[in-house]
């Protein structure tokens, strides 16, 4: 039942105002209500009730529409998450090289179970069926950053490194490259553009706009890789606007940049997640969030 939806303190409405001023951006875009709602999270760092149903209420939808939504896809919660979200696969593949016992590790270092958050409010522990890097399994996410074949006795200096902040050094010198599929979160129409491949695979298509001009712009859909295609050059530090190139609508209306406030471009990972990349020319940062 939707009064069930979680066990979270009411929003006030100071709270309230934050839900309002995200959809007024909008502009209440019936249209838009995944955009809108990993807005409301992004803020938040979950979807209270009370933010649901003012949603519903200023855009017209039924609540339990809203709610489907907000239930049906993974990379949304309804419960509060720590400060570093751990993913670990359990897929086939990571299952027969030992994932189960990486877990119980996680579970034993963090003193939770998975799908809780520890005490401190400073990890959450999930596990999802596949994290489509199969051959470098058992895989664990940690705050948006892959880890290959993760064994227990790995878990302890993750779980500090996470802490420290990972360093961020190239993800390439890692190991950490893989395919990724995407499309766009307001049509959900595909982006992949195999007729104008980029590291040997479909890139990912977008229209990009900066100063009065427009272009196509194709990015490699290797998570790691920085290799891009486009009609245009970017001045470097130009913030651009990027749109889907079937229904036109913004995609850049993710949370800031925390490294320079520029919005972050949002794409819908198939098989459940989010894709976030800086829109400002030169800043790296991207982060994927596969939960």
């Keep these: 039942m939707i009064r069930d939806i979680a066990a979270t303190q009411p929003a006030d ?41 003012t949603v519903a209420e200023e855009t017209g939808r039924p609540l339990v529409d809203v709610y489907g939504v907000a239930t049906f896809y993974r990379f949304f919660t309804l419960k509060p998450r720590g400060k570093h979200l751990i993913c670990a696969c359990l897929g086939t593949a990571c299952h027969v090289r030992g994932a189960p016992r990486t877990v119980e590790e996680f579970e034993r270092q963090l003193g939770i179970q998975r799908g809780e958050t520890t005490p401190d409010k400073q990890f959450t522990l999930e596990t999802v069926n596949c994290l489509g890097a199969c051959a470098l399994g058992p895989v664990v996410v940690i705050d948006g950053r892959y880890f290959s074949k993760v064994r227990r006795s790995r878990v ?5 490194d996470a802490v420290k902040g990972f360093g961020g050094g190239d993800l390439r010198e890692d190991g950490r490259v893989f395919p990724i599929e995407v499309s766009c979160p307001r049509c959900n129409h595909s982006l ?17 706009s900066f100063g009065g001009r427009h272009g196509r ?32 609508g913004p995609l850049d209306t993710g949370p800031d940049c925390p490294d320079c406030q520029a919005p972050m471009v949002s794409l819908l ?23």
């Design 13 to 53: 409405a100071g709270s309230l105002d934050g839900v309002r001023e995200i959809l007024h951006q909008h502009q209440h875009d019936r249209g838009g209500l995944i955009a809108i709602l990993e807005e409301v999270q992004a803020r938040y760092g979950h979807l209270p009730e009370a933010a649901l149903r």
């Design 156 to 160: 302890r200096q993750l779980l500090d």
């Design 192 to 208: 992949m553009d195999a007729a104008a491949p980029i590291d040997g695979l479909p890139a990912i298509r977008l229209t990009l």
């Design 217 to 248: 712009l194709r990015l490699s859909s290797l998570y790691g890789s920085d290799h891009v295609s486009a009609e245009k050059k970017v001045p470097d530090g130009q913030v651009a606007g990027f749109f889907c190139p079937h229904c036109h």
């Design 269 to 291: 990972v198939r098989g459940g997640g989010v894709l976030r990349i800086c829109s400002r020319r030169r800043c790296k940062n991207r982060m994927l969030d596969l939960t």
